[in-house]
């Protein structure tokens, strides 16, 4: 007899894990009875499908443990080395009932690594922002099976080891108002569709308060208030200009402008929206259309004719059709030998917290972007009104963008994964937040402020400044089975939805079907490009390149 699928489909005679005398080891297998039940000692055994399951298990690298479904349900503990299993099979040795192993004695590697492994067609891999939003769409438009993986956000940032995002948080800003038509139009598509997801979830994650944007340095050189204005208003924005620190002092009484500023108020959808219910919905719907949810983080991906075999941390094992990489910065190392061009930069923010006085005092305040003037080393700064946090206290959140060359700037890339834990395990550098405070209360100058916090968070810039949607294992569209959605540019909150929709779109159609050119979103590797000798600055600082990076943390 020989090792291999056939061996134990054709012959008559039948081998099966042994667990007499108490005993839960598979290194021993026995011959079965006619009903297949029972061993020869008289030990029962598990079934076929189980056995197969358990197989696939341990050529993937398993370890049975009480959190592991498959050892859960066939009471073994196991694990295996693939180069013996492919040896094993390879040197097709006769089967002798005295030694049976399970590794690599019954299958061939490629068909253990499915056999008894769940499958699916569409793996979504990093369920933040944008991999929930995709994994949604995808779960609606193909029909197929949808998995999104990736873990739950950690209880103690301080002691989790794990992988973190920036989306735990409350407040993000939402508009259509933007220099650059190409983020104004994703965020004028994804705004569109709040309503729907928040009807279809149940799940309030959009508080349409209005958003200004205020610039000392309207129509002049290096200014882009102007140019915001069109190209928002040719995309469906709601948006009356303020012409005057009088006219804008009159609107918002609890600001404090500039001589010279000029405001543009964007009403209708904007404002703000709460990315952790944002995603929870998504989600929510996602599963509602039949999307599998896997709380756990991906470590591993391999690819084979047989489909894309992926690990969690949690021993998991799973084979997927294709796969979509939506782990942000993470992405780069998940993708299987390509380095992506990404850059990874470190935000500080403050959070100012108010009493309900206060709530009810600013219960008009929109959400902010202010150019400043002269206020070095900040370019500008971004709020969101007070908002409860999970803590059950309300902060008004303020952060910024540093001016590169100042006296306060730092060289803010992360560069590994070590360095992302640590910043994600500090409170940031503590001159950042003194600073970002002091703008505040010179912006709202009779605030109330009863403490004061700061929390670290990251953007991921791609080298274009457009998120990566592309196909990143060297195939065309139709034929590849490994893709990514990545790099928010720290624009890409508040038109998460669109985005992960073009990506469900690509995958669904193995082609580029969108109405935006596919050059835009297109993936760039590090052979190709120098992300680190790349600029990444204000939107509203003057840009000599067509791709005008965003200003970080405000969408």
């Given at each position: 007899?020989?090792?291999?699928?056939n061996?134990?489909?054709?012959s008559r005679v039948?081998?099966?894990?042994?667990?007499?005398?108490g005993?839960?080891s598979?290194?021993?297998m026995?011959?079965?009875?006619?009903d297949e039940?029972?061993?020869?000692h008289?030990?029962?055994?598990v079934?076929?499908e189980?056995?197969?399951?358990l197989?696939?298990?341990?050529a993937?690298?398993?370890?049975?443990?009480?959190?592991?479904?498959?050892s859960?349900a066939?009471g073994?503990?196991?694990?295996?080395d693939?180069?013996?299993a492919?040896?094993a099979?390879?040197?097709?040795?006769?089967?002798?009932?005295e030694?049976?192993?399970?590794?690599?004695l019954?299958?061939?590697?490629?068909?253990?690594?499915?056999?008894?492994?769940?499958?699916?067609?569409?793996?979504?891999i990093g369920?933040?922002?944008m991999?929930?939003?995709?994994?949604?769409?995808?779960?609606?438009?193909?029909?197929?099976?949808?998995?999104?993986?990736?873990?739950?956000e950690?209880?103690?940032?301080?002691?989790?080891?794990?992988?973190f995002?920036?989306?735990?948080?409350?407040?993000?800003?939402?508009r259509i108002?933007d220099?650059n038509?190409i983020?104004s139009?994703?965020?004028?598509?994804?705004?569109?569709?709040?309503?729907?997801?928040?009807?279809?979830s149940g799940?309030r994650?959009?508080?349409?308060?209005?958003?200004?944007?205020?610039?000392?340095?309207y129509?002049?050189?290096g200014?882009?208030l102007?140019?915001a204005?069109?190209?928002?208003?040719?995309?469906?924005?709601e948006?009356?200009?303020?012409?005057?620190?009088?006219?804008?002092?009159?609107?918002?009484?609890?600001?404090h402008?500039?001589?010279g500023?000029?405001g543009l108020i964007?009403?209708?959808?904007?404002?703000y929206?709460n990315?952790?219910e944002?995603?929870?919905?998504?989600l929510v719907?996602a599963a509602?259309?039949?999307?599998s949810?896997?709380?756990?983080?991906?470590?591993?991906l391999?690819?084979s004719t047989s489909?894309?075999?992926?690990?969690t941390?949690?021993?998991k094992?799973?084979?997927?059709?294709r796969?979509?990489i939506?782990?942000?910065?993470y992405?780069?190392?998940?993708?299987?030998?390509?380095?992506?061009?990404l850059?990874?930069?470190s935000?500080l923010v403050v959070?100012?917290?108010?009493?309900?006085?206060?709530?009810?005092?600013?219960?008009?305040?929109?959400?902010?972007?202010?150019?400043?003037n002269g206020e070095?080393?900040?370019?500008?700064?971004?709020?969101?009104?007070?908002?409860?946090?999970?803590?059950?206290?309300?902060?008004?959140?303020?952060?910024?963008?540093?001016?590169?060359?100042s006296?306060?700037?730092r060289?803010?890339v992360?560069s590994s994964?070590?360095?992302i834990s640590?910043?994600?395990?500090?409170d940031?550098p503590?001159?950042?937040a003194?600073h970002?405070l002091k703008v505040?209360?010179?912006?709202?100058?009779?605030?109330a402020?009863?403490?004061?916090h700061?929390?670290?968070c990251i953007?991921?810039?791609?080298?274009?400044?457009y998120?990566?949607?592309d196909?990143?294992?060297g195939?065309?569209?139709?034929?590849?089975?490994?893709?990514?959605?990545?790099g928010?540019?720290?624009?890409?909150?508040?038109?998460?939805?669109?985005?992960?929709?073009?990506a469900a779109l690509?995958m669904?159609?193995r082609?580029w079907v969108?109405?935006?050119?596919a050059?835009?979103f297109?993936?760039?590797?590090q052979?190709?490009?120098?992300?680190?000798e790349?600029k990444?600055v204000?939107?509203e600082?003057?840009?000599?390149?067509?791709?005008?990076?965003?200003?970080?943390?405000?969408?």
């Amino acid at each position: 007899m020989r090792y291999g699928g056939n061996m134990m489909r054709n012959s008559r005679v039948r081998y099966k894990p042994c667990h007499s005398s108490g005993s839960q080891s598979d290194d021993m297998m026995c011959l079965l009875d006619k009903d297949e039940t029972k061993c020869e000692h008289g030990a029962s055994v598990v079934d076929r499908e189980g056995q197969g399951a358990l197989r696939a298990l341990r050529a993937a690298g398993g370890h049975g443990n009480e959190q592991n479904r498959h050892s859960e349900a066939f009471g073994a503990s196991f694990c295996v080395d693939r180069a013996e299993a492919e040896a094993a099979t390879a040197r097709d040795v006769p089967l002798q009932p005295e030694h049976h192993r399970l590794v690599g004695l019954l299958d061939r590697w490629a068909e253990k690594g499915s056999a008894g492994m769940e499958t699916f067609s569409v793996a979504v891999i990093g369920i933040g922002l944008m991999g929930s939003a995709a994994c949604r769409h995808l779960s609606l438009a193909t029909g197929e099976k949808v998995v999104g993986i990736g873990p739950a956000e950690p209880e103690d940032w301080k002691s989790h080891a794990g992988v973190f995002a920036s989306h735990y948080d409350q407040g993000r800003i939402t508009r259509i108002v933007d220099s650059n038509n190409i983020w104004s139009k994703l965020a004028a598509r994804s705004i569109e569709r709040y309503g729907l997801l928040e009807r279809e979830s149940g799940i309030r994650f959009h508080y349409p308060v209005g958003s200004i944007r205020v610039s000392p340095n309207y129509k002049k050189d290096g200014d882009t208030l102007y140019l915001a204005k069109e190209v928002g208003r040719g995309n469906g924005a709601e948006a009356e200009l303020l012409p005057s620190r009088e006219a804008l002092q009159r609107r918002f009484p609890f600001f404090h402008f500039e001589d010279g500023d000029v405001g543009l108020i964007e009403k209708n959808g904007a404002g703000y929206i709460n990315p952790r219910e944002m995603v929870r919905a998504q989600l929510v719907v996602a599963a509602k259309q039949g999307a599998s949810i896997v709380r756990e983080t991906v470590v591993d991906l391999e690819c084979s004719t047989s489909g894309v075999k992926i690990r969690t941390d949690g021993g998991k094992c799973f084979l997927a059709t294709r796969v979509l990489i939506a782990a942000d910065i993470y992405t780069k190392w998940l993708v299987p030998g390509r380095g992506l061009a990404l850059k990874t930069v470190s935000e500080l923010v403050v959070l100012a917290e108010v009493g309900s006085d206060e709530e009810k005092r600013l219960q008009s305040m929109p959400s902010l972007i202010w150019r400043l003037n002269g206020e070095e080393p900040l370019h500008s700064v971004y709020a969101c009104p007070p908002v409860k946090y999970p803590d059950g206290k309300t902060y008004l959140k303020i952060g910024g963008t540093w001016l590169q060359g100042s006296s306060g700037y730092r060289d803010a890339v992360l560069s590994s994964k070590e360095e992302i834990s640590h910043w994600f395990h500090s409170d940031g550098p503590r001159e950042e937040a003194d600073h970002l405070l002091k703008v505040l209360k010179k912006l709202m100058p009779g605030l109330a402020i009863e403490s004061v916090h700061s929390k670290p968070c990251i953007v991921t810039y791609t080298a274009h400044n457009y998120p990566f949607i592309d196909a990143v294992d060297g195939k065309p569209f139709q034929d590849a089975q490994v893709f990514v959605v990545t790099g928010g540019c720290g624009a890409a909150a508040k038109s998460a939805d669109e985005i992960g929709r073009i990506a469900a779109l690509l995958m669904e159609h193995r082609s580029w079907v969108y109405d935006l050119d596919a050059s835009n979103f297109s993936a760039v590797y590090q052979s190709a490009s120098s992300v680190g000798e790349q600029k990444y600055v204000n939107i509203e600082q003057p840009q000599s390149t067509a791709h005008t990076p965003p200003c970080v943390n405000k969408a």
